[in-house]
């Protein structure tokens, strides 16, 4: 509902989810379980276990190759980005759900439908990630640009700011995406040494802790010390101490409640256009980035 009312313009998620997204495209069972469940046995019975959501191993053998057959496509047979990639996966899943009659189950022929960018930002820690070297053993051509992710989900906020926009951080859990997803602004800044100041807002629901260090339970503040946030928007983020299943329905119902659907942004097919404009400000910055390189020298 987040993408359809525009609300959400892309995304950064784990190929997990977008893995296990798959299956209600293809019209598998999944199943409630419980946590307190032998897994011992679940193991011998061929059922596998995510928390409380229980489904056959068969789901996972079925997925696989749907993901290769998918994969062996020529379309496939070069570098993409994480976000081509999901684009043109998620192009296949909604012609199967078109075939067994089912409507809006995936994220994945959702985005493609409405052209929002999907991200993964450690494509191979994953079974579409396994599946696709696999694939690579046998010949395909198939390779994920994790240069072209980097870049263009740069390209993504610094093209918001300088539309006068604003970019705005919705954290769902943390872990890799988080971090992905706040970097964006110290590729900008710290790498390609384009004048920026950090993401405007942030929200992120968790339940991870800052005091152990992870980068989930870090604190927007700590984000503001590496150029992730502006410093002068911090007293308006916020950070959600609560069960991200409960939060999120929480938040959608309020979004579409008090706000009317704003215009789809397509930044899909946008992204060349994104490109070229990251481009141009980074061959205008780099003297100034080789300069401050040179001075940190000195401090070696």
């Not at 790498?191 to 950090?198: A, F, H, M, R």
Request: no cysteine; net charge negative; glycine share 8%.
């Amino acid at each position: 509902p987040l993408m359809e009312a525009g609300f959400v313009d892309w995304i950064i998620s784990t190929g997990a989810n977008l893995y296990h997204d798959a299956h209600f495209a293809l019209g598998l069972s999944m199943h409630q379980g419980s946590p307190f469940a032998d897994d011992v046995q679940l193991h011998a019975e061929g059922v596998v276990r995510i928390y409380d959501v229980v489904f056959d191993f068969d789901v996972l053998l079925s997925t696989d190759a749907f993901v290769r057959e998918v994969s062996q496509h020529e379309e496939f047979q070069r570098p993409m980005s994480s976000a081509e990639y999901h684009y043109r996966l998620g192009g296949y899943l909604r012609e199967r759900e078109t075939a067994l009659g089912l409507t809006g189950r995936s994220v994945l022929s959702t985005a493609h439908d409405l052209e929002v960018p999907i991200y993964t930002s450690s494509p191979g820690d994953s079974s579409i990630g396994m599946n696709v070297a696999e694939l690579a053993l046998s010949g395909n051509n198939l390779r994920f640009d994790v240069s072209a992710d980097v870049n263009e989900t740069a390209a993504i906020v610094l093209d918001a700011k300088r539309s006068g926009g604003k970019s705005a951080a919705l954290i769902v859990g943390g872990g890799s995406p988080k971090n992905f997803l706040l970097q964006t602004e110290p590729q900008i800044q710290e790498v390609l040494g384009i004048v920026e100041k950090g993401h405007d807002y942030f929200l992120q629901f968790t339940d991870a802790r800052p005091d152990t260090g992870g980068l989930s339970g870090a604190t927007p503040g700590e984000a503001v010390s590496w150029g992730k946030i502006d410093p002068d928007m911090l007293s308006e983020t916020v950070v959600a101490y609560l069960d991200t299943t409960v939060a999120l329905p929480l938040l959608t119902s309020y979004a579409l409640g008090v706000h009317a659907p704003r215009p789809l942004r397509r930044l899909y097919q946008r992204r060349e256009e994104l490109m070229a404009r990251l481009q141009e400000e980074y061959d205008a910055s780099r003297v100034f980035r080789d300069q401050r390189a040179e001075q940190a020298k000195e401090l070696r």
